[in-house]
């Protein structure tokens, strides 16, 4: 039985899903069918929110980007967390994007499901998924509506990405964790110091957890040296890109190198 069985649900009537061949059929009374595509993924989309999700370009970039191991030294923090995740429990990375994450979670020897809206970062997280043999499912999903069982997960991982909270604590088990992690007051703020005459740190974020108890936090602190490639991807995956002067972009762009902290705050939370 795959690692996922019993904790899907269709995303159109909310009843129990079956592998069949190369497709998920539901339970209810019309057996909605979903295909899983070439690449290994299956598109469970609220249909009113499909064609959401980061577009291509962005995808790519961030794809460059992490695949640098940048940002590893973070990756390996969050990593660490399964280690409180049952042996046999499964991972929820909601707003996987393309995956960089949940595959180092599933190699981590955690199973894990990947959700997020957008199509093309789902299909290269799968693709690297397939390559490496890993126990990971991908499938296109909005976190607000998950399409997951109630009670069906044991953690699940928000990685610079909105929190769902009354959703998250909808799928968890009793017990299971919530693990968000986001910028932190001085995240880039090298680069934001070459972008910007009056750079400004981080705000504190809005969204997070009210309900559940916070068991756990961490901040996460390193230097990056990046080369200009990396400069360029980095900037290309970030706010900063849409909301930056042409000739600021240019400043940074042209420099050789690059030198900027990077700060992520980690919570852990437990319902």
């Known amino acids: 039985m795959e690692f996922w069985q019993n904790r899907l649900r ?58 640098g191991d940048y940002y590893a030294p973070f990756a390996d923090a969050l990593t660490a967390y399964l280690q409180d995740v049952p042996q046999d429990g499964v991972a929820v990375d909601a707003g996987c994007g393309e995956g960089y994450y949940t595959c180092r979670f599933a190699r981590a020897g955690r199973p894990v499901i990947g959700f997020d809206l957008s199509k093309r970062g789902v299909r290269a997280a799968a693709k690297r998924a397939k390559r490496e043999d890993l126990p990971a499912l991908f499938a296109v999903a909005g976190i607000f509506d ?57 705000t504190p974020r809005v969204d997070l957890p009210h309900t559940m108890k916070q068991i756990g936090s961490e901040t996460v602190r390193f230097d990056m040296k990046l080369p200009k490639e990396a400069v360029a991807t980095l900037f290309a995956m970030t706010p900063y890109y849409y909301r930056t002067a042409p000739s600021a972009a240019r400043r940074l762009l042209c420099l050789p190198c690059l030198t900027t902290e990077a700060e992520m705050e980690i919570r852990v939370y437990r319902k």
């Open 10 to 67: 269709c995303p159109v009537c909310g009843a129990s899903v079956e592998k069949r061949g190369n497709s998920l059929f539901c339970t209810g009374a019309r057996s909605h069918c979903f295909d899983f595509a070439a690449e290994g993924y299956v598109n469970l989309a609220d249909p009113k929110e499909a064609g959401g999700g980061d577009d291509a370009a962005l995808i790519a970039a961030r794809t460059a980007f992490l695949d």
């Open 146 to 202: 998950l399409p997951l069982n109630d009670a069906s997960v044991d953690a699940v991982f928000s990685v610079f990405a909105p929190v769902a909270e009354r959703e998250f604590l909808r799928v968890l088990k009793p017990g299971g964790l919530l693990i968000t992690a986001g910028a932190g007051p001085d995240h880039l703020l090298g680069m934001k110091r070459v972008l910007y005459e009056e750079p400004r740190r981080n």
